[in-house]
């Protein structure tokens, strides 16, 4: 025998500490967008516009899990809870400090250059014992040193350097 029960969503009724002019004001003040839609969601909650969450959720153009996630966080933290976003996190790095500066000076030497992001791959490993994969060493090079491929300009074979150096020479 099977039973097929009916659930009704609970209605959640959320309690804004805050008056319309806080949150109009801190609607004004913020420049992230991402903030501006919880201010949003509080604000269009305190004025009772829409009957179910997810008809607020769908306006906002989030999630309903979303905006489940920062009724809650309103609810434990307040509105200075609400308006801090902590993602990302504190990322170690890959590359020991002192190796770090060995690379800077391998880089910024002219007499023994690094010809390219796989030679720095090779050379980590070769001197460092460090194995890094190329797009995290390329991004690490990128972001620290500022790093970019350069390649000279193709010459051509029957260029002739005498010719060159009496141009120049030519008043």
């Not at 997810?54 to 809650?72: C, H, R």
Request: aromatic share 12%; charged share 35%; hydrophobic share 35%.
């Amino acid at each position: 025998m099977f039973y097929y029960f009916c659930f009704m969503p609970k209605t959640r009724n959320v309690d804004i500490k805050e008056s319309f002019l806080e949150l109009e004001d801190a609607l004004r003040i913020t420049d992230s967008y991402r903030l501006k839609l919880r201010i949003q969601s509080l604000i269009l909650t305190k004025e009772n516009k829409f009957k179910e969450r997810n008809q607020l959720a769908k306006f906002l153009g989030v999630s309903k899990s979303a905006l489940q996630k920062w009724t809650e966080k309103y609810e434990k933290s307040g509105l200075e809870g609400l308006l801090t976003i902590s993602s990302g996190g504190d990322r170690k790095t890959i590359i020991p400090e002192s190796v770090h500066l060995k690379l800077k000076k391998k880089l910024e030497d002219s007499e023994n250059p690094l010809r390219g992001y796989w030679d720095a791959v090779a050379w980590l490993k070769e001197h460092h014992q460090l194995e890094i994969k190329y797009h995290t060493l390329r991004a690490y090079l990128k972001r620290h040193f500022q790093s970019k491929l350069k390649t000279p300009r193709k010459s051509h074979y029957k260029k002739d350097e005498q010719a060159i150096k009496a141009f120049k020479k030519t008043p």
